[in-house]
C-alpha cells in the first residue's frame, strides 16, 4: 500500500510561482509513475503532468507546458510539480496519483493511489 501526501498549496498573485511536493510512503515508490491531476470547482479531474517512473517520458496538458515541471526524485520517495508564471485559470485542487506501472499515463482512471489534494489559488 502506498500514501501520498501532498503539501505546497496556496494562494498566490498571477505571474507567481509555488513548487508542490508530494511524498509517498512505501517501498515501490521508485517503481511507479507518476501523475498530477487538477480539478476545479463544477470541472472534470484534468492531467496535468505526468512522468515514467525514471523521469525519461513525461507529459505536459497543453494548458501548462513551458510553465510547470514536474520531478520524481525516488531517492526521497517525493514528486514535485514547480509552476511558474501561474495564471488565475491554473486556480483549482491539485492532486498527485501514483500508478503500479513504470509507464506514464495521462488518464486518472490508470492511477492507483492518490493524495487528498492540495488547493492553489492564483489572484488576478
Known amino acids: 500500500q502506498v500514501q501520498l501526501v501532498e503539501s505546497g498549496g496556496g494562494l498566490v498573485q498571477a505571474g507567481g510561482s509555488l513548487r508542490l511536493s508530494c511524498e509517498a510512503s512505501?517501498?515501490?515508490?521508485?517503481?511507479?509513475?507518476m501523475g498530477w491531476f487538477r480539478q476545479a470547482p463544477g470541472k472534470e479531474r484534468d492531467i496535468v503532468a505526468a512522468v515514467s517512473w525514471n523521469g525519461g517520458n513525461a507529459y505536459y496538458a497543453d494548458s501548462v507546458k513551458g510553465r510547470f515541471t514536474l520531478s520524481k526524485d525516488n531517492a526521497k520517495n517525493t514528486a514535485y510539480l514547480q509552476m511558474n508564471s501561474l495564471k488565475p485559470e491554473d486556480t483549482a485542487v491539485y492532486y498527485c496519483?501514483?500508478?503500479?506501472?513504470?509507464?506514464?499515463?495521462?488518464?486518472?482512471?490508470?492511477?492507483?493511489?492518490w493524495g487528498q489534494g492540495t488547493q492553489v489559488t492564483v489572484s488576478s
Open positions: 496519483a501514483a500508478r503500479r506501472d513504470a509507464a506514464m499515463a495521462t488518464m486518472w482512471g490508470y492511477y492507483d493511489y
Open positions: 512505501g517501498r515501490s515508490f521508485s517503481s511507479y509513475a
